[in-house]
């Protein structure tokens, strides 16, 4: 059946360092993928989504690509900032009806 | 507000007890979503009502777990006959449009069973 892979955390980094949060998905058709983030206190909420291959997800100074021949949505930033720690779920949804997600990556970011 | 409402936010209860947890999603909503989450893991997907009917119960765990949606609005969440491994946060979710694929969720449930 569908599945993520999300790379286990914690992770911590310096402000201003580059993260890569890793993410591959097992699908049998063609299904859309996403990034959720979820900070501290508050309920998940969606940071970037692509609906199909090559393409790029970017919100916030986040990107992902839709890599269908690696099968990976990587999150990626250039610079992370304080207000950045989170927990980061990547995602996939096979036409909508249900949303497969990865066990979840904490990031803190220290400044 | 105007987003999911889920309440109670936290839940303690007793192995055995009977336990209903409430979504109200966003207004306008119609595809809504329950996820139960258990420490340290992902969102695992519960049931999928598009309206008031369940489109995908697949997820329930056991017959112990039930949930309605009688007006297409606010969804109850009913487990029976509660147990230790029942204990997790329970999510709702709900999209205006499903194709969007973009979900809004509650900030959850926390249910624990002594």
């Known amino acids: 059946g569908d599945s993520v892979t999300q790379m286990e955390g914690p992770v911590t980094l310096s402000e201003e360092a580059f993260l890569t949060i890793n993410c591959t998905y097992t699908?049998?058709?063609?299904?859309?993928l996403f990034w959720y983030v979820q900070y501290p206190g508050e309920g998940l909420q969606l940071l970037l989504k692509a609906t199909k291959a090559d393409d790029k997800g970017s919100n916030k100074g986040f990107e992902a690509t839709y890599r269908k021949e690696t099968t990976s949505f990587h999150l990626e930033k250039g610079s992370v900032q304080v207000s950045d720690s989170a927990v980061y779920f990547c995602a996939l949804s096979d036409q909508g009806n249900q949303f497969y997600f990865g066990t979840g990556t904490s990031l803190t970011v220290i400044p | 507000g105007a987003g999911v409402s889920q309440t109670p936010s936290n839940k303690v209860t007793e192995k055995g007890k009977y336990v209903e947890l409430r979504c109200d999603p966003i207004?306008?909503?119609?595809?809504l979503y329950w996820y139960r989450q258990s420490l340290g893991q992902g969102p695992e997907f519960l049931i999928y009502?598009?309206?008031?009917?369940?489109?995908?119960d697949s997820g329930l765990p056991n017959d112990r777990f039930f949930a309605v949606r009688p007006e297409g609005s606010v969804s109850t969440l009913k487990i029976q006959r509660t147990e230790r491994g029942d204990s997790a946060v329970y999510l709702c979710?709900?999209?205006?449009?499903?194709?969007?694929?973009?979900?809004?969720f509650g900030e959850g449930s926390r249910l624990t069973v002594l």
């Open positions: 979710a709900s999209s205006l449009l499903v194709s969007t694929g973009e979900l809004f």
């Open positions: 699908a049998t058709g063609y299904p859309s």
């Open positions: 207004s306008g909503h119609t595809a």
């Open positions: 009502f598009q309206g008031t009917g369940a489109a995908d």
